[in-house]
């Protein structure tokens, strides 16, 4: 076997152009960025020539055709934290030759395709020149293989036409002494870039946001449940499964087209969302696709990347008949391509999905359907065959792609190798074709008529197995009596409900821990549950069998579920080197300037505060280039919080707020929960943690921000103010935005005594206020100023409701076992005295438990003005007793005799986390819309 390589020259290119990244380029430097040399991000295409051919015309045609295609001789760098592509005068291109002419006949497939794969595989440096390679395979002495594989940054499908029409015509004039007959080039690939960026300052971009803003927002992630667990990150090991439609089946479906009156796309579309609904049971079905993108006729003899992904929803609320199916497909096929210029990677800053390292956004199933893109051509004296190429890597979990040849169709299924079995992708691919038969021998028959076997259907996922293995091994465990597995409803997180076993001597707290190391000696980490809860009791029916349906999976913020998780940790693990507070300062302020924020706290979130990958690149940039910190997109994706970067990034503790926010002498510190655009403007108080299931709901119509003591110096000045300086702070903290509209103040017990005092001072700093949210808080003395024996009562009430509340919380799963100890203080003490981890305060406990004294300490001074304060807007949890209805918590003459009193369920923080949250978005909102003065 013989081979020639085709390594460029060491020299250093001139670089004569320089221009900005299309959306399509900057969307695969950022994954090339998450993953260096990614082969996903790989276009690799098999060609076979047949007939009279020679190595060296075909190599002097490929270096023809990138001398006249600019895009072919470009690079990417990074300038002031942006990618641009830079274009060189020359590559010294070189085509590599294999000659397999002497490999037996029945291992000479197999060897194409190994060479295929590893040709198809082999990673690209973005910032070299040399993104695009070809390798000849010599087979016979008149038949070869073509091996192309260019890098998507500079190439699409399109472009495999083009360049074929061109090698093609320019080899055979090189055999014959002719010129080739290739048309002019009026533009070049940058021109194209420069046009999209100008585009995108438009009125017509403003109305591609309106559409897709309206089509997208709050829809479902879609997503095939796969045979096996996601892993923490996304991977691209991919494979091809196919079939070959031959006979009739070409004709069958231009005329079903035709009969519909739609086009081919339109249709297949049809099809398999159909079958998609069918087999996950979901009416919403989600899909990407992608377009051409070349409009304008002087691109369509281009090389380059044009191709756009477009999103299509398709909503299967009722069983219509096919018939009615491919007219409602078609509709939203036709609605997407008239906005198909919206470039993908602008669309997800647009609808700002959750980002997922484990997953792509806003889409994870493809479809794709066309006309093979190389035509089958003779060229003088040889001719150059479409064939079909191997899978480099995939993007997505599911592809499904039909490409036309004049033999017939074929259907492929490009699937990710580490999430499904082959055999699931051979029974998906049989079920499409049945999908397909269907919709043309039975177009009137409605879409249920289509059957999955139920074995096969996807609805309920295949991990319910695993929930199962995770139960029998718990069971086996000496210190486990019985334990359950519960599965959320996608599937994706299991948690271990388990009984202690009467013989056990282990301390129930360290329990789960112990648990978690025993099935990790078992299990992958993928496969591990998120977490055990120790029970007394399982709940069980009648029949004396667990009741499953009373179980909940406790829902953890990351904040929480990090408390937690500190409670476990041995109490002398050695705590890391911290963090160099020039760092983390030099880095916040890096953040502060990308995201256009005045200040950043520990808790900020950098996508919630309006970040994006662009911003992301430029921010990493910045840390790479200012603070020599090795940061890149992943690290980001998996730690999105600025305190959570800076740990990753640093080592050591969460900087602290008084490190980021200089040398001002305010004890608050303001951050954002929720960021938008919105007239309407909420201060919650301390407990910063709390609020973002509010932000959360309230969405797009109020910007959320959390003015919080939790850095400050608790000691000197501060102890010895009174309520109204320290609510002057608070003010002050809020800066000049409090004149900006309608402001809202928000506290949770003495912060919500606190609120009422921001809100006064905000009304006479000329803010627009509209309400106080005042939270199970009592006016300052009004309690004290009950006779001793009411008081004994009041509390022992509380007492007892307490204990009901916390254990039917702990049977129903919603509470640890060692929470529920640390609520109350006897069994607090108890663990203390056992000198666990569990029965000592994380510094987030201790630090809210400072703050609030100091805050009880001030308000027992306060005595709120009789000034018939009409804003306050009282709330009550199930912690305190109905009768504060009636008392109005003894606010007396301060607020209005007519101050309503609004319930929500849970136990004070509790009720900021329960399913009223909605409820209180609501008031919240229409207290913003309406005017109350006073």
Known sequence: MKETNNTAPAAEATVIAEFPCSQTQLRCWILDQLKPGNPALNVAVRWEIRGAFRSSTLEAAFRTVIQRHEILRTRFVEVGGRPCQQVVDQVDFRMSVIDLRNVPADQRDQRILSIGEETA???????????????????????????????????????????????????????????????????????FSLWQQEYLGSYGFETEKSFWREQLTGAPYFEVVPDTPRGPVKTSRGNILSVNNTGDFSERIDAAARAHRVSLYSFGAAVVSALLQRYTGKNTVMFGSQVAGRDETDLENLIGVFINNVVLRFDMGRDITFAEHVRSASATVTAALNHHRMPFNKLVELVNPVRDPSRNPLISVNFNLQKAFLEDHQYGGFELLSAPSQSPGVIYDLSFIMIGRPSGWRMSIEYNADLFEKATIESLLRLWQEAYE?????????????????????TQPVETGRATAIEQMLAAHPSVGSAVVLLEEDGKRAHAFVTPAPTTTEPLDRLPEHLMDYLGRQLSQSA??????????????????????ALRIPVQP????????????????????PAQPDQTRALAAIWAEVLGVPTIAPHDNFFALGGHSLLALRMLSGARSKLGAKADLELLFKEPTFGGFAKALFGGTEP????????????????????????????TLNHPFLYYKLATDLGDTVSVYNANMFHADLTGDLASMSLEEIAGHAVDSMGADILKGPVGVMGLCVNGVLAVEIARQLRQRGADLRFAAVIDAW????????????????????????????????FSGRLSFVDYLREFSFTLAFLQRLGVRAGTYSREEEVNADVTDLLVNAARRYRPPATNEKSVLLFRSEATHRRA???????????????????????HEDSLNSNSIQALATIVINRFRSHHEG
């Open 121 to 191: 595989r082999a990673p690209f440096d973005l910032s070299s020149p040399y993104l695009f390679r070809v390798s000849l395979l010599m087979v016979e002495n008149e038949r070869g293989f073509l091996l192309i594989t260019a890098h998507q940054s500079c190439f699409d499908g399109w472009s495999i036409r083009v360049l074929g029409r061109e090698v093609g015509e320019i080899a055979s004039a090189l055999d014959a002494g002719r010129q080739p007959a290739v048309p002019e080039l009026p533009l070049q690939y940058g021109d």
């Open 438 to 458: 269907m919709a043309l021998e039975q177009p009137t028959a409605p879409l249920s008529a289509l059957t999955i076997p139920p074995r096969e259907i996807k």
């Open 528 to 549: 591990m549950p998120g977490g055990i809860s120790v029970l007394l009791n399982l709940p069980r029916d009648a029949s004396g069998t667990v009741d499953r349906t």
């Open 558 to 577: 990351t904040a929480v579920a990090k408390v937690v998780a500190d409670r476990l940790e041995p109490a002398n693990t050695p705590a890391p080197a």
């Open 656 to 683: 602290r707020g008084t490190e980021l926010e200089g040398p001002s002498a305010s004890p608050w510190s303001v951050s954002a929960c929720g960021r938008t655009d919105a007239p309407y403007t909420l201060y």
């Open 779 to 810: 006016a300052p003395g009004y309690v004290r100023s009950q006779s001793r024996l009411r008081r004994l009562r009041w509390n022992g009430e509380r007492r007892l409701k307490r204990i009901g509340y916390f254990t039917r919380k702990l």
């Open 885 to 907: 209805r009636k008392l109005l918590f003894g606010w007396g003459g301060a607020i209005a005799a007519d101050t309503e009193v609004f319930d929500l369920e849970g136990w």
